[in-house]
């Protein structure tokens, strides 16, 4: 799948919504933006994402986002198909302050387990000639190997997004069906063996845009009283998992303002998937 549409700085509002909402929310979004190519081909509006975060045995990129460090990093490896040929994308997703900043850079399956290991990519490993590919994995090879981090967890959620016909400086997108594994090999399936459901039925509404807040953005919030939350993927599957369940060899902190707010996020997760639970009951 070709990132030629990846937003590489950008700012982005996450909000947790009700199905109906987000049904509501499109027709709204769609006087302004247009289906992306995946998901154009689908009933549903939607394709698969596959990701497999990286992380050190003290879950350093974990802690880092339940205590909401404002300059924090998350690794991952991003795929969308089983396919042997098909490209896993190895992406770095680093916040600065409220920015969000993106690099990522394709390589041939085959060479994965090479790069996890530690090693510089080659450019036979390359899908793309693009140099920021060759820099991202660079980039990526730094930073895994400073934290001496490797796979952690499988996330995967069925995407739908809406982009500008007429450039790439805002994005709207619908998450749902968040689902996260527990995962310490790169064997890149997506398959999951036991999965918890993350966020419920509910659906992660997010906006994207590079430059100012958008007008009608703005209108879309208002009209649908939508209340802007944290919804982080990964840190939120972990933590409604429970950190034990992870390859960690017991390297879990004993910090208690950390604790603190990990069982605060709980709370709230908890309490989300539970309303969730009781009105498909209803």
């Excluded at 590489?8 to 289906?35: D, P, S, W």
């Excluded at 703005?218 to 919804?231: G, H, K, P």
């Excluded at 879990?252 to 639970?277: C, F, H, M, W, Y």
Aim: net charge positive; aromatic share 10%.
């Amino acid at each position: 799948m070709p990132d030629d549409r990846l937003q590489l700085q950008r700012f982005e509002l996450k909000y947790i919504i009700k199905e109906e909402v987000a049904l509501a929310a499109r027709e709204f979004v769609r006087l302004y933006l247009e289906i992306d190519e995946y998901g154009a081909t689908q009933p549903n509006l939607a394709y698969p994402i596959h990701s497999l975060y990286l992380d050190s045995d003290r879950l350093t990129t974990y802690w880092e986002t339940i205590n909401g460090n404002k300059n924090r990093f998350k690794l991952r490896l991003r795929f969308y198909e089983n396919q042997p040929t098909a490209p896993v994308y190895f992406e770095i997703k680093r916040r600065v302050n409220d920015a969000i900043l993106k690099q990522r850079g394709a390589v041939r399956r085959e060479a994965v387990d090479w790069l996890l290991a530690g090693h510089l990519p080659a450019p036979s490993h390359l899908v793309s000639n693009d140099p920021r590919h060759l820099v991202a994995l660079q980039r990526f090879s730094q930073f895994m190997n400073h934290i001496h981090a490797r796979p952690k967890a499988h996330v995967s959620y069925l995407r739908e997004a809406w982009i500008s016909p007429h450039n790439n400086s805002v994005r709207v997108t619908m998450d749902r069906a968040v689902r996260c594994d527990p995962e310490s090999t790169a064997r890149l399936s997506q398959e999951m063996r036991n999965p918890i459901l993350v966020f419920g039925q509910n659906v992660i509404l997010e906006l994207k845009f590079t430059g100012r807040f958008p007008d009608w953005f703005r209108e879309l919030v208002r009209i649908y009283s939508l209340v802007q939350c944290s919804a982080a993927k990964y840190a939120d599957g972990v933590a409604l998992l429970g950190e034990q369940r992870l390859d960690t060899n017991g390297m879990i902190p004993d910090d208690q303002g950390a604790l603190a707010n990990l069982e605060a996020r709980k709370s709230v997760l908890q309490k989300t998937a539970s309303r969730a639970l009781a009105k498909t009951a209803a």
